[in-house]
Protein backbone atom coordinates (compact mmCIF):
# COMPACT_ATOMS: atom_id res chain seq x y z
CA UNK A 1 0.00 0.00 0.00
CA UNK A 2 1.69 3.45 -0.97
CA UNK A 3 1.75 6.53 1.29
CA UNK A 4 -0.09 9.35 0.40
CA UNK A 5 2.23 12.34 -0.03
CA UNK A 6 1.04 15.74 1.26
CA UNK A 7 4.01 17.75 0.13
CA UNK A 8 7.33 16.92 -2.66
CA UNK A 9 10.08 18.96 -2.81
CA UNK A 10 12.72 18.48 -5.45
CA UNK A 11 15.72 20.53 -5.52
CA UNK A 12 13.91 24.12 -4.73
CA UNK A 13 15.94 26.44 -4.72
CA UNK A 14 15.30 30.56 -4.41
CA UNK A 15 17.49 33.14 -5.14
CA UNK A 16 17.43 37.61 -4.25
CA UNK A 17 19.66 38.28 -6.47
CA UNK A 18 23.28 36.38 -5.78
CA UNK A 19 21.95 35.67 -2.80
CA UNK A 20 20.75 32.14 -2.11
CA UNK A 21 17.81 32.09 0.33
CA UNK A 22 17.05 28.53 -0.12
CA UNK A 23 19.89 26.17 -1.63
CA UNK A 24 18.44 23.05 -3.37
CA UNK A 25 16.43 21.34 -1.19
CA UNK A 26 14.62 18.00 -1.65
CA UNK A 27 12.27 16.45 1.69
CA UNK A 28 8.69 14.67 1.37
CA UNK A 29 5.69 14.84 3.66
CA UNK A 30 3.62 12.04 4.01
CA UNK A 31 -0.02 12.48 5.12
CA UNK A 32 -0.89 12.58 8.73
CA UNK A 33 2.64 13.33 9.58
CA UNK A 34 4.18 16.43 11.37
CA UNK A 35 7.54 17.43 9.61
CA UNK A 36 9.94 20.16 11.56
CA UNK A 37 11.90 22.57 10.01
CA UNK A 38 14.42 23.30 12.43
CA UNK A 39 17.07 26.38 11.81
CA UNK A 40 18.82 29.44 13.25
CA UNK A 41 16.94 32.73 12.02
CA UNK A 42 17.83 33.30 8.52
CA UNK A 43 18.46 29.77 7.74
CA UNK A 44 15.63 29.89 4.98
CA UNK A 45 12.67 28.52 6.99
CA UNK A 46 10.36 30.86 6.23
CA UNK A 47 11.07 31.44 2.40
CA UNK A 48 10.61 27.75 2.51
CA UNK A 49 7.33 28.20 3.74
CA UNK A 50 6.28 31.08 1.54
CA UNK A 51 7.15 28.99 -2.07
CA UNK A 52 5.26 26.36 -0.71
CA UNK A 53 2.16 28.21 0.34
CA UNK A 54 2.42 29.54 -3.30
CA UNK A 55 3.26 33.07 -2.19
CA UNK A 56 6.76 33.37 -3.62
CA UNK A 57 7.42 31.29 -6.58
CA UNK A 58 10.95 29.52 -6.82
CA UNK A 59 14.06 30.21 -8.54
CA UNK A 60 14.19 26.84 -10.08
CA UNK A 61 13.11 23.24 -8.55
CA UNK A 62 10.08 21.82 -8.26
CA UNK A 63 7.33 21.47 -5.28
CA UNK A 64 3.72 20.41 -5.32
CA UNK A 65 1.41 21.04 -2.09
CA UNK A 66 -1.62 18.36 -1.86
CA UNK A 67 -1.28 17.40 -5.52
CA UNK A 68 -0.97 20.73 -6.57
CA UNK A 69 2.28 22.58 -8.61
CA UNK A 70 3.44 25.62 -6.17
CA UNK A 71 4.63 27.43 -9.52
CA UNK A 72 1.40 26.90 -11.18
CA UNK A 73 -0.81 26.30 -9.25
CA UNK A 74 -0.51 28.68 -6.27
CA UNK A 75 -4.12 29.49 -6.09
CA UNK A 76 -5.22 26.14 -5.73
CA UNK A 77 -2.45 25.48 -3.15
CA UNK A 78 -3.72 28.18 -0.89
CA UNK A 79 -7.33 26.95 -1.12
CA UNK A 80 -6.28 23.75 0.34
CA UNK A 81 -3.84 24.91 3.15
CA UNK A 82 -3.94 26.64 6.32
CA UNK A 83 -1.02 28.90 7.70
CA UNK A 84 -0.75 29.88 10.86
CA UNK A 85 2.26 33.32 11.25
CA UNK A 86 4.63 33.93 14.37
CA UNK A 87 2.59 37.31 14.25
CA UNK A 88 -0.76 35.92 14.62
CA UNK A 89 -3.06 37.46 11.32
CA UNK A 90 -5.52 38.06 14.03
CA UNK A 91 -7.96 41.50 14.04
CA UNK A 92 -7.34 43.29 17.31
CA UNK A 93 -10.38 45.03 17.61
CA UNK A 94 -12.60 42.19 17.01
CA UNK A 95 -13.73 39.44 19.46
CA UNK A 96 -13.16 36.11 19.70
CA UNK A 97 -16.37 35.33 17.68
CA UNK A 98 -16.05 37.67 14.69
CA UNK A 99 -12.13 36.91 14.04
CA UNK A 100 -13.29 33.20 13.45
CA UNK A 101 -16.74 34.33 11.30
CA UNK A 102 -14.30 36.67 9.49
CA UNK A 103 -12.10 33.76 8.16
CA UNK A 104 -14.71 31.43 8.20
CA UNK A 105 -16.48 33.93 5.58
CA UNK A 106 -12.70 34.49 3.75
CA UNK A 107 -12.45 30.60 3.33
CA UNK A 108 -15.87 30.33 2.11
CA UNK A 109 -17.04 27.83 4.96
CA UNK A 110 -20.68 27.10 3.83
CA UNK A 111 -23.02 29.94 5.67
CA UNK A 112 -25.22 26.81 6.92
CA UNK A 113 -21.82 24.93 8.73
CA UNK A 114 -20.76 28.53 10.12
CA UNK A 115 -22.65 27.84 13.22
CA UNK A 116 -21.50 24.19 14.59
CA UNK A 117 -17.46 24.73 12.82
CA UNK A 118 -16.57 27.73 14.96
CA UNK A 119 -18.14 26.25 18.01
CA UNK A 120 -16.51 23.00 17.37
CA UNK A 121 -12.99 25.43 17.19
CA UNK A 122 -14.24 27.44 20.33
CA UNK A 123 -13.78 23.83 21.83
CA UNK A 124 -10.64 22.51 20.50
CA UNK A 125 -8.94 25.89 21.29
CA UNK A 126 -10.46 25.63 25.05
CA UNK A 127 -11.75 29.64 24.25
CA UNK A 128 -14.91 28.35 25.98
CA UNK A 129 -16.14 31.74 27.77
CA UNK A 130 -14.13 33.89 25.85
CA UNK A 131 -16.10 34.27 22.74
CA UNK A 132 -17.25 38.25 23.38
CA UNK A 133 -13.71 39.06 24.38
CA UNK A 134 -12.04 41.78 22.45
CA UNK A 135 -8.93 39.71 20.79
CA UNK A 136 -6.66 42.55 21.89
CA UNK A 137 -6.99 41.60 25.88
CA UNK A 138 -6.37 37.91 24.83
CA UNK A 139 -2.69 37.07 26.52
CA UNK A 140 -0.07 35.33 24.25
CA UNK A 141 -0.94 31.56 24.79
CA UNK A 142 -4.58 32.92 24.20
CA UNK A 143 -4.30 34.49 20.62
CA UNK A 144 -2.26 31.32 19.91
CA UNK A 145 -4.68 29.60 19.98
CA UNK A 146 -7.19 32.03 18.43
CA UNK A 147 -4.63 31.70 15.41
CA UNK A 148 -4.95 28.57 14.92
CA UNK A 149 -8.56 27.83 15.10
CA UNK A 150 -8.78 30.13 12.19
CA UNK A 151 -6.09 28.83 10.09
CA UNK A 152 -8.32 25.37 10.70
CA UNK A 153 -11.94 26.97 10.04
CA UNK A 154 -11.83 25.53 6.54
CA UNK A 155 -10.81 22.06 7.73
CA UNK A 156 -7.63 22.04 5.43
CA UNK A 157 -5.56 18.37 4.75
CA UNK A 158 -2.16 20.89 5.04
CA UNK A 159 -1.12 22.90 7.94
CA UNK A 160 1.92 25.30 7.83
CA UNK A 161 3.16 26.75 11.40
CA UNK A 162 6.18 29.67 10.94
CA UNK A 163 7.51 29.86 14.12
CA UNK A 164 4.32 29.40 16.44
CA UNK A 165 5.06 29.15 19.51
CA UNK A 166 7.32 32.08 19.74
CA UNK A 167 6.98 34.02 23.32
CA UNK A 168 5.33 31.99 24.76
CA UNK A 169 5.62 30.15 27.85
CA UNK A 170 6.70 26.54 28.18
CA UNK A 171 3.10 24.91 29.71
CA UNK A 172 1.29 26.71 26.57
CA UNK A 173 3.96 25.31 24.32
CA UNK A 174 3.53 21.81 25.35
CA UNK A 175 -0.67 22.37 24.82
CA UNK A 176 -0.39 23.93 21.88
CA UNK A 177 1.41 20.50 20.39
CA UNK A 178 -1.12 18.60 21.91
CA UNK A 179 -3.52 20.12 19.59
CA UNK A 180 -1.39 19.87 16.94
CA UNK A 181 -1.02 15.85 17.69
CA UNK A 182 -4.67 15.77 17.69
CA UNK A 183 -5.06 17.39 14.18
CA UNK A 184 -2.24 14.82 12.93
CA UNK A 185 -4.15 12.20 14.26
CA UNK A 186 -7.34 13.41 11.98
CA UNK A 187 -5.17 13.37 8.87
CA UNK A 188 -4.18 16.38 9.00
CA UNK A 189 -0.36 17.32 7.38
CA UNK A 190 2.21 20.08 8.96
CA UNK A 191 4.66 21.12 9.06
CA UNK A 192 6.55 23.70 11.57
CA UNK A 193 9.23 25.92 11.64
CA UNK A 194 10.71 26.66 15.00
CA UNK A 195 14.47 27.40 16.61
CA UNK A 196 13.43 25.78 20.13
CA UNK A 197 15.25 22.45 19.16
CA UNK A 198 12.87 20.63 22.06
CA UNK A 199 10.10 21.15 20.06
CA UNK A 200 11.50 18.67 17.41
CA UNK A 201 10.93 16.01 20.13
CA UNK A 202 7.18 16.06 18.84
CA UNK A 203 7.98 15.81 15.25
CA UNK A 204 8.21 12.61 13.02
CA UNK A 205 10.19 14.06 10.90
CA UNK A 206 13.07 16.82 10.94
CA UNK A 207 14.72 18.50 8.45
CA UNK A 208 17.30 20.57 9.74
CA UNK A 209 18.59 23.80 7.71
CA UNK A 210 21.78 25.95 7.69
CA UNK A 211 22.51 28.68 5.52
CA UNK A 212 20.30 27.95 3.08
CA UNK A 213 20.76 24.44 2.23
CA UNK A 214 19.14 21.02 4.33
CA UNK A 215 21.68 19.48 6.35
CA UNK A 216 20.44 16.46 7.52
CA UNK A 217 16.53 15.03 7.35
CA UNK A 218 15.43 12.24 9.36
CA UNK A 219 13.18 11.57 12.72
CA UNK A 220 14.47 12.80 16.22
CA UNK A 221 15.76 9.01 17.32
CA UNK A 222 17.92 8.30 14.24
CA UNK A 223 19.39 12.26 14.44
CA UNK A 224 20.57 11.70 17.91
CA UNK A 225 22.35 8.11 16.66
CA UNK A 226 24.33 9.94 13.79
CA UNK A 227 26.83 11.80 15.82
CA UNK A 228 30.40 10.82 16.49
CA UNK A 229 32.06 11.13 19.90
CA UNK A 230 30.87 10.89 23.30
CA UNK A 231 29.07 13.26 25.03
CA UNK A 232 29.67 14.54 28.60
CA UNK A 233 27.78 17.05 30.73
CA UNK A 234 30.13 19.23 32.90
CA UNK A 235 28.50 20.85 36.10
CA UNK A 236 30.64 23.28 37.75
CA UNK A 237 30.53 26.73 39.66
CA UNK A 238 31.43 29.24 36.66
CA UNK A 239 30.01 27.75 33.71
CA UNK A 240 31.85 30.79 31.46
CA UNK A 241 35.49 30.12 32.65
CA UNK A 242 35.04 26.52 32.92
CA UNK A 243 33.58 27.10 28.60
CA UNK A 244 36.93 29.21 27.98
CA UNK A 245 38.99 26.08 29.53
CA UNK A 246 37.51 23.63 27.75
CA UNK A 247 37.58 25.34 24.51
CA UNK A 248 41.02 25.42 24.75
CA UNK A 249 41.91 21.63 24.93
CA UNK A 250 42.71 20.01 21.70
CA UNK A 251 40.99 16.64 22.17
CA UNK A 252 37.69 18.62 23.02
CA UNK A 253 35.92 18.67 19.44
CA UNK A 254 32.80 20.95 20.76
CA UNK A 255 31.62 22.50 23.70
CA UNK A 256 28.46 24.49 24.19
CA UNK A 257 26.10 25.81 26.59
CA UNK A 258 22.95 24.55 27.73
CA UNK A 259 21.41 26.60 30.59
CA UNK A 260 24.08 26.70 33.77
CA UNK A 261 25.77 23.10 32.26
CA UNK A 262 28.13 22.40 29.71
CA UNK A 263 28.26 19.76 26.84
CA UNK A 264 31.44 18.71 26.22
CA UNK A 265 32.40 16.05 23.10
CA UNK A 266 35.16 13.79 23.00
CA UNK A 267 36.14 11.15 21.03
CA UNK A 268 37.18 8.61 23.85
CA UNK A 269 36.15 7.66 27.28
CA UNK A 270 39.55 8.29 28.62
CA UNK A 271 39.08 12.19 28.27
CA UNK A 272 36.78 11.68 30.75
CA UNK A 273 39.60 12.15 33.13
CA UNK A 274 41.99 14.43 31.71
CA UNK A 275 39.06 17.04 31.58
CA UNK A 276 38.63 16.81 35.40
CA UNK A 277 42.80 17.24 35.57
CA UNK A 278 43.00 20.32 33.43
CA UNK A 279 40.02 21.62 35.33
CA UNK A 280 41.27 20.93 38.76
CA UNK A 281 44.61 22.87 37.73
CA UNK A 282 42.50 26.10 37.34
CA UNK A 283 40.72 25.76 40.95
CA UNK A 284 37.69 24.07 39.26
CA UNK A 285 35.64 21.53 40.91
CA UNK A 286 33.87 19.94 37.95
CA UNK A 287 30.94 17.12 38.02
CA UNK A 288 30.92 15.63 34.77
CA UNK A 289 28.57 12.65 33.55
CA UNK A 290 28.17 11.15 30.06
CA UNK A 291 24.86 11.92 28.62
CA UNK A 292 22.59 11.21 25.22
CA UNK A 293 22.80 13.68 23.03
CA UNK A 294 19.72 16.24 22.49
CA UNK A 295 18.79 17.52 19.25
CA UNK A 296 20.25 20.81 19.65
CA UNK A 297 23.73 18.67 20.48
CA UNK A 298 23.00 17.14 17.15
CA UNK A 299 22.45 20.60 15.56
CA UNK A 300 26.01 21.84 16.93
CA UNK A 301 27.79 18.97 15.75
CA UNK A 302 26.12 18.79 11.88
CA UNK A 303 27.16 23.01 11.96
CA UNK A 304 30.28 21.86 12.96
CA UNK A 305 30.53 19.16 10.08
CA UNK A 306 29.11 21.28 7.72
CA UNK A 307 31.51 24.67 8.62
CA UNK A 308 34.39 21.93 8.61
CA UNK A 309 33.23 20.49 4.72
CA UNK A 310 33.16 24.37 3.43
CA UNK A 311 36.45 25.12 4.69
CA UNK A 312 37.95 22.59 3.27
CA UNK A 313 35.81 22.45 -0.38
CA UNK A 314 37.46 25.88 -0.34
CA UNK A 315 41.24 24.75 0.59
CA UNK A 316 40.82 22.27 -1.91
CA UNK A 317 39.67 25.11 -4.83
CA UNK A 318 42.27 27.18 -3.73
CA UNK A 319 44.93 24.11 -4.94
Not at 49 to 77: H, N, W, Y
Amino acid sequence: MSVEISIEVHQLTRKFGDFSAVDQVSFEIPRGEIFGLLGPNGAGKTTMIRMLCGILKPTSGEARVMGFDVRSQPEDVKQHIGYMSQKFSLYNDLTVSENLKFYANLYEVPFNNIKMRLAELIEMAGLSGREKQLTRNLSGAWRQRLALACAIVHKPPMLFLDEPTAGVDPVSRREFWEMIYTLAGQGVSVLATTHYMDEAEFCNLIGMMYRARMIALADPDTLKNTTEGILYEVDTPNPDQTEDILGELSFVQDVAMHGVLLHARVQSESDKSQIEVALQAHGVAPRIERVLPSLEDVFIWLVDQENHSQVQAKLTQGD
